[in-house]
Structures are given as C-alpha cells and as structure tokens.
C-alpha cells in the first residue's frame, strides 16, 4: 500500500496528537486530520458488549446514535469485514470500512470521499488502521467507553473476569482463536485465555463453582496462576497443579474450578491437554463433527486430591477445529425443558463455517441463538473457545474487500 501527500500528513498528524488525546477528543481529532486527505462526514461506530449494536462515538459518548448489527451498510462492513461504497452522487461516495485491531473487530468508520478510485481506498485503509489503533490505546483507561458499551449495568464479578480476558479474536498464517462469554454482564466463574510462545499456542478455559463473587475471584486466580506457570515454563500438568494448590490454599478446598489447559504446535499440528473435570473439546473435521477427544479426567482443581494428571495429545490434519466449552452451552434450557444440547452446538458452528462464515461472526450468532433458546436470560455461564489450524480462514477476519452499494443491499 502506499499513501500520497495528503494521506501522509492525515496519518502523521492523526498520530502524532493522538498521543495526548482522550477518548472524547478522538472523533474530532480524526475528523479534523482527514481534511488534509480531502475526506468529511467520519463517523466511528463501535459494538456494544454483546455485539448486538453499533454505537456512535462522539464527545458526549452518550448513546446518541445505535444501529442494529444485522442491519444496514455499516452493519454489514461488521459483520463480514467488508469494505462498502455508496454513490451519492455530487455528495461524494460514502465509505463503511472495518476497523481491526489485528483481527478482532473493533468496530466501524464511515467517510464520505468526493472520488471513488485506487488511491481512496487505500488512504482509507490506512486511516481505518490508525483509528482502530489509536481506539484501541485509549479504551483501557477510559470509563466512558466502558459506560457507553454497555447497555445494562455490570455485575462486580463480571467487572473482575473481563478484564482478564485476551481479545477475543487472534489469527496466524498458521492457526485462529476465537472466544465468546456469556452471559455479558452477569459473567461469574467462566473465563478463557491464549497466548504464543514460539511455535506454541496455549490455550486454556476454565469453569469455577458458582455464579457470585467468590466465582469470579476463583477463575481470577485461575487464570493469573495458569499464566505464572506457563511463564515460567511449567509442563501442561504442573500448571494444573499450581491451579489446584493455590484454589485450595485461598478457599480452604470449599471452592473449585474445572478446566482444560493445552497447547498447539503451530507449525506440526500436534494439539496436548489435560482435562480437570471439564467437558472435553470437540474435533470438527471436513466440515462435520468428529469426536470429543477423550483423555483420563483428573479432578476439578482446588480439592487437593492426590491423582496425578495426565497430558493427552492428538495429531491435527490441516483444516481441523477444535471446540472448546463450559457446560453453560450445552445445557441451556428452553421453556420446554429441552436442552441446547451438544449436537445442536456442533452442528450450528458446522453450517455456519458452510455458509462461509468468518470464526468471530459464527460464534456471535451461536451465542444470540443461544440466548433467545432461553429467551434472553442464561441460567449459567456459557463460554466457548474455537480454534482453527490451517484452515486458510484466516484471511476473512482481515481482508475488507470492497463491495458496491447496490450490491450490499440485494
């Protein structure tokens, strides 16, 4: 990609006063530095927590503006990363482009431009990255983004355990992790977390007993404990040991977690875990599901039990995904009775790879299907963890590639 002169002092000057501005200040600040580009009418467009709406940032960062994710031009740029242009005639062509911060989607940037050519869209591009960066570096300390996210307040444990957790979507050449938590703004004793060492990717989910405070400070612990292990260079089964200990060591073996904690090889595809009284993941192969991937289950950690526990390990054929869960998914409950149960879990992330679906939009769907199977109220936590090893899905979590208004509206 290369940018003019224009572009050129749009991005420097964005960036370079980006540096002391809040929050508040960043739709002016964009808007502002994109008159040098020739570019008017910017509009950033960010998900709730939920990911059900889009909300427009402005200075007030009050909820002056929300439009429905499944719905509209800026809708679609969400959903399937796509860059989307509107003629509107001597009022320029206006532009809904995908804002990533690698490859989850933090939301959305309209821009009306006076020409639709080659070197637009790549200026465009490259303001869509510096905002998302810039986006990104300011939502850490800023509680009116928090507020303006949330469409209902949060619990104190959901206000504990989400701050623990990675993005919620992560691609290699190589291998995509995804995650999803539910419920929202209730989230207790769930959590999941990734990271890469290497050639490495751990990968861990966690489930602790109840749904209150004491549920979120014991997968805190969890999860920091797990972290300071595997830092330090501990195997799979020793840092399921450390969990176990410093659960029961904290609680007095009156509370506990169950989990999976694992690694992939990214680069030979061999997939290692041990499972501690958790529901064991799930290999979807060619398109349809495979087995669970079974492994002698030790005991939930923090009762200080003396079984020993055993790492198991599982070649991946290119293309392979793997499935992980708490039980909240599987056992949600219509008003029937009826369970979500694990077939219909398997199957609806089947048809939606099918229907070409990117990771983080197949698990958004799962879990709004999930929430209207019980009417938009969850009984439990529901966490799921998908991961994909040379899949060549990769590229559809990041190429916006552009796609005419009228085609955007059959």
Request: proline residues 5%; neutral net charge.
């Amino acid at each position: 990609m290369t940018v003019d002169g224009g572009g050129f002092r749009m991005l420097a000057g964005l960036l370079e006063a980006s540096h002391l501005a809040s929050m508040e200040a960043l739709p002016a600040l964009v808007t502002r530095h994109c008159a040098a580009a020739g570019f008017s009418g910017v509009t950033i467009l960010v998900p709730d927590l939920r990911q059900e709406n889009l909300i427009m940032l402005d200075p007030s960062m009050g909820r002056t503006e929300v439009s429905p994710v499944d719905a509209g031009m800026a809708g679609r740029c969400y959903r399937h990363v796509e860059l989307i242009a509107s003629d509107r005639g001597t009022a320029g062509h206006h532009f809904w482009l995908p804002l990533l911060d690698g490859t989850e989607r933090v939301g959305v940037l309209g821009v009306v431009a006076p020409v639709h050519d080659k070197s637009t869209v790549e200026r465009l591009r490259a303001l869509a990255s510096a905002v998302a960066l810039i986006l990104v570096s300011k939502k850490p300390h800023s509680d009116s983004y928090a507020e303006l996210v949330r469409s209902r307040p949060m619990s104190v444990s959901a206000d504990l355990v989400w701050p623990l957790i990675p993005p919620l979507a992560f691609a290699t050449e190589d291998v995509v992790v995804t995650g999803k938590l539910e419920p929202a703004y209730e989230i207790g004793g769930d959590a999941l977390d990734y990271a890469m060492t290497g050639d490495a990717v751990h990968l861990s989910i966690f489930d602790a007993m109840g749904h209150d405070r004491a549920a979120g400070l014991t997968v805190a612990l969890a999860v920091g404990t797990c972290r300071n292990s595997r830092r330090r260079n501990k195997s799979l089964t020793e840092t399921s040991v450390a969990i176990d200990e410093a659960i029961a060591e904290q609680f007095g073996r009156r509370r506990f977690a169950t989990g999976i904690l694992a690694h992939l090889d990214h680069r030979t595809g061999m997939f290692s875990w041990v499972n501690r009284g958790h529901p064991p993941p799930l290999l979807i192969r060619q398109g349809r599901w495979l087995k669970e991937l079974s492994c002698r289950t030790s005991p939930p950690m923090g009762f200080r039990l003396p079984q020993e526990p055993v790492e198991c390990g599982q070649h991946l054929e290119p293309g392979d995904r793997l499935l992980f869960y708490t039980d909240g998914i599987v056992e949600a409950r219509a008003p029937s009775g009826t369970l979500f149960g694990l077939q219909r879990f398997a199957d609806f992330v089947v048809r939606r790879e099918a229907d070409g679906l990117s990771a983080p939009e197949t698990l958004r769907r799962l879990m709004h299907e999930i929430l209207e199977y019980q009417h938009g109220e969850l009984q439990d936590d529901a966490t799921v963890l998908l991961v994909e090893w040379r899949s060549h899905r990769e590229r559809r979590m990041v190429t916006s590639r552009r796609v005419n208004w009228r085609q955007a509206q059959r």
